[in-house]
């Protein structure tokens, strides 16, 4: 437990601490983390330390990040394999022996940064060995290496040289570091909700990797509730539902929010809402409820959000009711420009002789 190895995704740079501090003060010890700046002074390093008071609490952060690639317990750092065997070798022992004990098992990964190493075709696991082989002198694992289901991971981190650099930077500094994997961030929800599999969406659904950091930045979670005021089809609106929040949104376009579209493959009518359309059958006088789907949130197995309602956020319907107060766990949202979809209001384009705005018609309400 205390300081560890903070290795980051290097995509949206300016989300990755702040994505950090939101779940920390999500779990409840925000207060308490501690950053120092990475090897070399560079600030867009994906290498920094953060203190977190405990491993369980380093595990709830790191466990729903999307840019932390993972909280590493560095063993050792160095510019050199020497430099990288001395500081192995000068961590407490006791601190060590757990994790490479016999009837352990471990497995240990190469996760380079700028650079990919490769085995041989006869021996796949090369380059992996060759690592361990190199920490021989200092570090003897007594357990068994296990490619599936190890007890413990370590990592071997390598970043390139600067003329090695490919697609990076080339302002950050060689570092060789070694440790035990912690926590992971989880990824997987960029390919359960990609964009292209999904049967409703408009021009200008939210990237899924920016909406989950999005939500992720406002804390998402069970039992809060999340607001949208511009959600189309709803796309951050399942960010925030994968979390277990409770959903709500609103938008200026009814065509977006009620009536959907076509389904390109099966013809079937797609949307996001599920407003309830009454016919009345006049022999007998009752109502007849009629529901459409919650395409996108069926399809994932979401709760559907709680409502969904067509407000003008310019002048929008809470304005005057106090008791909305302190409802709202968060707001997310993507505000329209107008560039790539243009909004249209409910009702008539031109006003009246006398300045009013013609009423929407019957069956468009």
């Not at 600030?43 to 203190?51: A, E, G, L």
């Not at 961590?91 to 085995?119: L, S, W």
């Not at 357990?143 to 930077?169: C, D, Q, Y």
């Amino acid at each position: 437990m205390g300081w560890y190895l903070c290795y980051f995704l290097h995509r949206h740079l300016d989300f990755r601490r702040e994505e950090l501090q939101a779940l920390a003060d999500m779990a409840g010890c925000g207060g308490e983390i501690k950053w120092r700046e990475p090897h070399g002074g560079v600030d867009h390093s994906p290498f920094w330390k953060v203190y977190i008071p405990t491993e369980a609490l380093a595990v709830e952060i790191c466990r729903r990040s999307i840019l932390t690639r993972a909280l590493i317990e560095v063993w050792g750092e160095g510019d050199s394999q020497e430099e990288l065997n001395a500081s192995v070798k000068a961590f407490p022992d006791a601190n060590k022996a757990p994790y490479i004990a016999e009837n352990t098992t471990f497995k240990v990964c190469v996760e380079d940064f700028g650079k990919t190493e490769h085995g041989t075709e006869k021996n796949p696991w090369s380059h992996v060995v060759a690592r361990i082989d190199a920490l021989k002198p200092v570090l003897e694992f007594k357990g068994r290496a296990r490619m599936k289901g190890a007890e413990h991971i370590f990592w071997s981190v390598e970043s390139a040289h600067p003329n090695a650099l490919k697609g990076v930077p080339s302002d950050i500094p060689p570092r060789m570091y070694f440790g035990r994997v912690v926590a992971s961030g989880d990824r997987s929800p960029l390919s359960k909700y990609e964009l292209r599999k999904r049967r409703y969406l408009g021009p200008t659904s939210m990237d899924v990797e920016m909406g989950l950091i999005m939500c992720n930045m406002i804390q998402a979670r069970p039992g809060g509730v999340v607001w949208d005021p511009f959600c189309g089809t709803g796309s951050l609106l399942i960010n925030a539902a994968h979390f277990g929040a409770f959903t709500m949104g609103s938008d200026i376009d009814i065509r977006v929010i009620k009536w959907g579209k076509k389904d390109g493959k099966t013809g079937e009518n797609v949307d996001v809402v599920s407003f309830f359309s009454i016919s009345v059958c006049t022999i007998r006088l009752t109502a007849c409820f009629v529901r459409s789907q919650w395409t996108n949130f069926t399809d994932y197995g979401l709760e559907p959000p709680v409502g969904l309602l067509r407000m003008d956020l310019h002048k929008h319907s809470w304005t005057n009711m106090k008791h909305v107060e302190g409802m709202l766990q968060g707001v997310v949202g993507d505000p329209p420009y107008g560039v790539r979809a243009g909004g249209r209001k409910s009702g008539g384009r031109k006003r009246a002789d006398d300045g009013s705005i013609k009423p929407v018609p019957e069956e468009h309400r």
